[in-house]
């Protein structure tokens, strides 16, 4: 390809396996757009397909897409549009087959790829026999010795066999499990004509597509500054605009809700991600490098990406049934709601059955002297687990039913119990690049192996996930460390900004962080007053992203938020560790809370299973703050666009 040529326009019209159905069409026909991708592919959601295609071998996939694509299959055909999704799921090549079923009988003939390679889960034995543990992420456990039984084991694919397709002329490419930013770098690579090891090009991609991979979010969708944002009640899908150089610019198409704002961008960026360094199977993506700019209505500017070589290792997500689980939730109105609360629990811990646990958690505050018996009222969610579908199934229900007539005052439940369900666990692990088989199908039938990227820098050669190897200079402060007992390793002394060189070394940034007014009383106010947030789950860790508008917040903010204080505002995190990054490019800080969601969002009793809230709850904790960072903060906001 022409290295100059205009930069290719990808949207995305799928954040999620269930998202807009009506998205897909308006991408297609909004406006003028060159690659339209799709997201189905959430860690969770292996597990429901690998339910699906346990009733029907034959499925697998993402059942939604056929119906999303046909209306406007013809539109796509005559635009020259091409189609990137990974709605493969578990079974790539059965998607295209459908596909290719449904266009013959609508009297099209489209090109269509599929990218396989990606399932590991018939060779788990093969490679761990080969001194592969596939150890636990986090824990360091070998699978051989968790007592779980897999259901899917999928490697993550980069977006090299992407690109291939396209250059053989493929119209529709089908992929199973790559990660969610090479539906972006893939199309990148092949308008571009990229090189492997245009490392800051394909960085500068992989940053675009994690900003439009999920869908809405990227333009106005859980936004914590959602009041400023017009037509949230049907937001636009985002489109990156991808230049020859890597750069990029985020829009939307013209008329559509929502907005799209160095904040919306901003918020993407810090979502989901496990610190400075952002590992994907073709690039390691510098994420403290990228640099926001308002370049219009609707348009932001990235720029400034650095790349560096991925791991020599892939991400390989593993699923598994972990047992059974039930849920009841009780109301407790008036007075005496701990002591309600208490004789509940233990009237159920009492007559739980053999094996099973259970997890009580209090939803809402009941008002004093309420106004309605709704106010006056909170929830006690009860949430058991056991090995048993009957313990946890009928046992359990009549356990809580039995209850009604003698235990507290009021009681009643917000709806008639249920029966026991399945839930699953998930297994972050990595295997060798060299142990996964990367293909592409081609539209001919011609199947080809995709070369993985060159030698992975040296600084990559951990095969954790997590830790200062991977994600640069990480603030870990352990849990049980005493608040106030100074810097925890690897963080920053409150006068010098230390942020991640190209190796992972610490650099002093140019940005000069300004004190604030010290001789003004702080005042108390919520902590959103200053900052904005976004938040979300990594299998059993929760992430929480947290940035400002102004240097005069931002530099308050870098200060005042230690991994300590975070304890203290979040005290759910107290036994746990936390990793704390820098981005001042981004006036952000990221937090990675270790455990939080126990063993991920499919088995975690917690109430908000994938973390989605929890940055609104940060947000609403209360906070000492100089008044001129306050009066700052809220001048950004005023002339934010």
Not at 32 to 43: I, K, M, P, S
Not at 51 to 75: C, I, N, T
Not at 280 to 299: E, I
Request: aromatic share 6%; net charge negative; proline share 8%.
């Amino acid at each position: 390809m022409d290295a100059a040529r205009r930069p290719v326009r990808i949207a995305n019209a799928s954040g999620f396996y269930g998202d807009r159905h009506t998205a897909f069409a308006e991408m297609v026909t909004g406006g003028e757009v060159d690659v339209v991708t799709g997201d189905y592919l959430a860690e969770v959601t292996m597990l429901v397909l690998a339910k699906g295609r346990a009733r029907d071998p034959e499925a697998g996939y993402a059942a939604s897409f056929p119906a999303q694509l046909a209306p406007v299959l013809g539109a796509v055909l005559d635009r020259g549009t091409k189609v990137v999704v990974n709605a493969g799921g578990l079974n790539p090549r059965g998607l295209a087959a459908r596909l290719t079923t449904l266009a013959d009988a609508a009297g099209l003939s489209p090109r269509v790829a599929c990218v396989t390679g990606d399932d590991l889960l018939d060779r788990l034995g093969e490679l761990q026999a080969a001194g592969h543990p596939l150890a636990h992420a986090e824990r360091g456990t070998p699978l051989a010795g968790s007592g779980l039984t897999p259901l899917t084991a999928n490697a993550y694919l980069g977006g090299w066999g992407i690109a291939r397709a396209l250059s053989a002329g493929a119209d529709i490419v089908v992929c199973g499990r790559v990660s969610d930013a090479a539906l972006t770098a893939g199309p990148a690579a092949w308008w571009h004509g990229w090189a492997r090891d245009d490392w800051d090009r394909l960085a500068g991609a992989v940053a675009a597509g994690h900003v439009i991979e999920c869908g809405a979010q990227a333009t106005g969708g859980n936004y914590s500054s959602f009041l400023e944002l017009p037509g949230l009640t049907r937001p636009g899908f985002p489109i990156a605009e991808v230049a020859a150089d890597g750069g990029a610019v985020i829009t939307k198409h013209p008329g559509t809700g929502g907005a799209v704002t160095v904040g919306t961008v901003t918020a993407q960026l810090v979502y989901e991600i496990q610190g400075t360094r952002y590992l994907n199977p073709d690039v390691t993506t510098l994420l403290d490098t990228v640099t926001l700019r308002q370049a219009g209505p609707d348009r932001v500017e990235i720029s400034g990406t650095r790349g560096a070589p991925p791991p020599p290792f892939a991400k390989v997500a593993i699923t598994a049934l972990g047992g059974y689980e039930n849920e009841i939730t009780l109301v407790l109105t008036g007075r005496h709601i701990e002591e309600k609360a208490a004789l509940a629990e233990r009237a159920v811990r009492e007559g739980l059955g053999e094996g099973c646990s259970a997890d009580f958690q209090r939803v809402g505050t009941a008002a004093p002297d309420a106004a309605d018996q709704n106010a006056a009222s909170c929830l006690l969610r009860v949430a058991v687990k056991g090995p048993q579908e009957k313990a946890v199934g009928r046992a359990f229900s009549g356990l809580v039913v039995g209850l009604a007539l003698g235990s507290y005052p009021g009681f009643y439940a917000t709806g008639t119990p249920q029966g026991a369900r399945s839930y699953g666990t998930y297994w972050p692990a990595t295997v060798p690049i060299t142990e996964v088989d990367h293909r592409v199908v081609l539209p001919d039938g011609t199947v080809e192996p995709v070369p993985w990227p060159p030698t992975a820098d040296p600084i990559l050669t951990d095969p954790a996930l997590t830790g200062p190897a991977l994600t640069g200079p990480t603030v870990r402060r352990p849990a049980g460390s005493p608040a106030g007992s100074g810097p925890a390793l690897g963080e920053p002394p409150p006068s010098e900004p230390a942020v991640e060189g190209r190796a992972g070394r610490p650099t002093v940034s140019g940005r000069a962080v300004t004190p604030g007014d010290a001789g003004n009383s702080p005042v108390r106010v919520p902590l959103g007053e200053v900052a904005d947030a976004r938040s979300g789950d990594k299998g059993g860790n929760a992430n929480l992203g947290l940035w400002a508008r102004d240097e005069e917040s931002y530099g308050w903010m870098r200060r005042a938020l230690t991994v300590d204080r975070l304890r203290e505002l979040l005290p759910e995190a107290a036994g746990l560790p936390i990793d704390r990054h820098e981005l001042p490019n981004l006036r952000a800080l990221n937090f990675v809370v270790h455990g939080l969601l126990g063993e991920g969002a499919t088995a975690t009793s917690r109430f908000d299973a994938q973390a989605k809230a929890l940055g609104e709850f940060v947000l609403s904790r209360l906070v000492e703050v100089p008044p001129s960072a306050v009066l700052a903060a809220k001048a950004a906001r005023t002339s934010a666009p």
